[in-house]
C-alpha cells in the first residue's frame, strides 16, 4: 500500500496482524455475525486499530475491507470524499461507533455482479 510513496514499510507487529485479520472470521463463527457490512468494518477497524505496519495502516485496513467484500461478491463503491475519509479514520481511531460505518458501507455495498469493475 506504500510502495508507491516512497515510505517507509515493514511489518512491526504479525501478532497483531494475525489477530486483526482472524477477527471477522470469530465474528462469523462465534457471533453468528452474517452482514458483510459489519465483517468488512469489523476487519478495516481490527487491522487499523491493530497498526502493524510501520506506514499505511488506514490504507490497508480500507483496501482489506475491500478485498473481504469483493472475495464474498460484494463491490464496496465508496466515493473519494472527504468527509467519507474522514469517517473512516474516526472509525478506526475509535472516535466513532462502528455501527455509523456499518451504514455507511451499506449505503455503497453492491452485490458483484450488478456494477461494471473499473478497469
Known amino acids: 500500500m506504500v510502495a508507491d510513496t516512497g515510505e517507509p514499510h515493514s511489518l512491526l507487529k504479525p501478532g497483531e496482524l ?3 485479520c482472524v477477527h471477522p472470521i470469530n465474528q462469523w463463527h462465534y457471533g453468528g ?3 458483510p457490512a459489519v465483517l468488512g468494518v469489523g ?3 481490527a487491522l487499523g ?3 502493524p505496519f ?3 495502516n488506514k490504507r490497508t485496513a480500507f483496501a ?3 478485498l473481504l467484500l ?7 463503491d465508496v466515493p473519494d470524499v472527504e468527509f467519507i475519509a474522514d469517517e473512516l479514520r474516526r472509525a478506526m481511531t475509535g472516535e466513532t461507533p462502528e455501527h455509523i460505518l456499518v451504514v455507511l458501507f451499506d449505503e455503497f455495498l453492491r452485490p458483484l455482479g450488478s456494477v461494471a469493475l473499473p478497469e
Open 18 to 20: 494475525e489477530a486483526a
Open 49 to 51: 486499530r491493530a497498526h
Open 70 to 76: 469483493y472475495a464474498n461478491d460484494f463491490f464496496l
Open 33 to 35: 455475525e452474517r452482514s
Open 43 to 45: 476487519l478495516m477497524v
Open 64 to 66: 482489506a475491507a475491500q
Open 54 to 56: 510501520v506506514q499505511g
